[in-house]
């Protein structure tokens, strides 16, 4: 078996550890002896959607998302039939906000991919918080680290967390975080995500091996020291709050 990751635009959109999420994503294949070819995308480099089976948008700041907004567009239609077509997305923060109709901000309105049906709308404060959440479909909580001036609302889409223990995730107000549509993630979670929970990586892993084979191999790993920081954030920030 083997899997091909696609890494959009790192030089732009990497902030708060972003490219931990590939390390995690590459040595978790390899330990189980599944072959991973990396490939980094400059905004010059023609993208070849057929040969990706895990994408990564990363974030960025305002203006770095201008930039590679209008590179995305011209991509546009590929991108969005891999998306309908079950292909694997990891987008961060940055790169989760493009997914959607548009980002509002002071200085206009940002025209997103429209890629899914959500909307993003700058704010004040920042949000800025360890964050700790939980979905039904996970075996235990997902932590990270959020900091947005954006509020995204994802109407009646299925939210990555659909119960924020601590932190503020999509918007501060409907006790929500990122969005989960077909197998795309979209997430505010930086720290990286990745390596913190293992259970989210292996949810990426399973999805392109079985979009690509039709079955995914996942033999267990030993994840004592990932779930040590997983549990130390829930315990440390969840007690907090209590």
Not at 180 to 202: R, S
Request: hydrophobic letters at 30%; aromatic letters at 8%; one cysteine or more.
């Amino acid at each position: 078996m083997n899997l091909n990751i696609a890494h959009l635009f790192p030089d732009l959109l990497n902030l708060y550890g972003d490219r931990g999420n590939i390390q995690s994503l590459v040595m978790r294949s390899r330990w189980r002896g599944i072959d991973v070819s990396l490939r980094e995308y400059t905004l010059d480099d023609p993208i070849d959607f057929s040969r990706a089976d895990i994408i990564l948008l990363g974030g960025g700041s305002d203006r770095e998302q201008q930039i590679v907004c209008g590179r995305l567009k011209s991509i546009r239609d590929e991108f969005h039939g891999y998306v309908e077509d079950g292909g694997t997305v990891l987008a961060i923060c940055g790169g989760y906000q493009l997914l959607g109709h548009y980002y509002e901000t002071s200085e206009g309105k940002m025209e997103g991919l429209s890629l899914v049906d959500l909307y993003t709308v700058q704010k004040s404060p920042r949000l800025i918080s360890n964050v700790v959440m939980e979905n039904e479909d996970f075996p235990c909580e997902i932590v990270g680290f959020e900091n947005h001036g954006g509020r995204t609302y994802i109407g009646n889409n299925r939210p990555f967390g659909s119960r924020i223990l601590y932190g503020n995730g999509n918007n501060g107000e409907d006790g929500t975080e990122g969005i989960l549509y077909k197998n795309v993630i979209g997430t505010y979670l930086h720290g990286p995500l990745l390596p913190k929970n293992p259970h989210v990586c292996d949810r990426l892993l399973q999805s392109a091996l079985e979009r690509k084979y039709g079955k995914a191999d996942l033999s267990p790993l030993d994840d004592r020291l990932e779930m040590q920081a997983n549990r130390y954030i829930v315990g440390r920030f969840v007690q907090k709050k209590s």
